[in-house]
């Protein structure tokens, strides 16, 4: 059985050469693009990371594409602000993804990658048929793009992304499984979530980190190794389901211990490939 690579993701930004540099001194061969502002999806931006990823030697696996306005990590605003959930934002924000599916097709990356938000659980919630439909659009758009569309895992139950996966009907829908998210939301243990989702997976983060211990606050990120996934059962089941994508590991911290903690999660996952 061949080999799962590693990758990191970096934010794009307005300096794409310390993005693609940093993946290289890892000496990590892929990375998953993160973009929060669509203004850096421009011309320039696809002539320079062509041109890095081929200096630098990294491939890209994904875009993540974020999008306008606030987006606030917890309960209590979260449901609120991220993803295509808020009405207030949903037409802004269909139009930043479709810009990311535009700069990865320009790129040539095969993916893109977002949180849609606290999709409703209910489906006759009248919000989940906006959210589909707003995600229809998006989708038919990366579609025409030659892109596949991933949930990143975080606000939505396992059975609330199949239920959209299966609703959408479209052949390039998938997801980016973050088994920390499942865990820091408490919304599934991520070992049996690919019960639920596992074949839909088409990108992974190994990232780590704690179950929530209030109602209002998201359970805390970890360096690798430290949470509770358990990355020796998880990473072979992965693989048994047919996984063959990147580990793009995932720290939410800057720094030298971000670095640390990135060569810590390198050495854990390098015997488990
Ligand atoms: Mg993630």
Request: aromatic share 8%; hydrophobic share 40%.
């Amino acid at each position: 059985m061949s080999k799962l690579k590693l990758g990191v993701i970096v934010g794009l930004g307005d300096n794409a050469e310390e993005a693609l540099k940093k993946v290289h001194d890892l000496a990590l061969p892929t990375c998953q693009l993160a973009c929060w502002q669509p203004m850096h999806y421009t011309r320039e931006n696809i002539r320079k990371v062509r041109m890095l990823s081929d200096r630098y030697r990294v491939g890209i696996s994904s875009i993540w594409a974020g999008y306008p306005g606030p987006a606030v990590w917890n309960f209590i605003e979260g449901p609120s602000t991220i993803g295509l959930v808020p009405r207030k934002w949903r037409k802004l924000r269909v139009q930043a993804l479709k810009q990311g599916a535009d700069f990865a097709a320009a790129l040539g990356v095969p993916t893109i990658s977002t949180h849609c938000g606290f999709i409703p659980e209910n489906p006759k919630d009248p919000v989940y048929g906006e959210v589909l439909a707003a995600l229809k659009d998006v989708v038919a758009h990366c579609r025409r793009k030659k892109i596949a569309f991933t949930f990143e895992t975080g606000q939505e139950t396992p059975v609330v992304l199949l239920r959209c996966i299966e609703d959408l009907g479209y052949d390039m829908l998938g997801i980016n499984f973050d088994p920390a998210n499942l865990i820091l939301y408490g919304k599934a243990n991520p070992v049996d979530a690919l019960d639920v989702i596992g074949k839909y997976v088409m990108g992974v983060h190994a990232k780590d980190g704690f179950y929530p211990t209030n109602g209002r606050e998201l359970g805390k990120e970890a360096a690798l190794g430290d949470g509770k996934v358990n990355f020796p059962v998880f990473i072979p089941k992965l693989k048994k389901l047919g996984y063959r994508g990147a580990l793009t590991i995932e720290r939410e911290i800057s720094g030298p211990q971000q670095i640390k903690d990135i060569d810590k999660a390198k050495r854990l996952l390098g015997p488990l490939l």
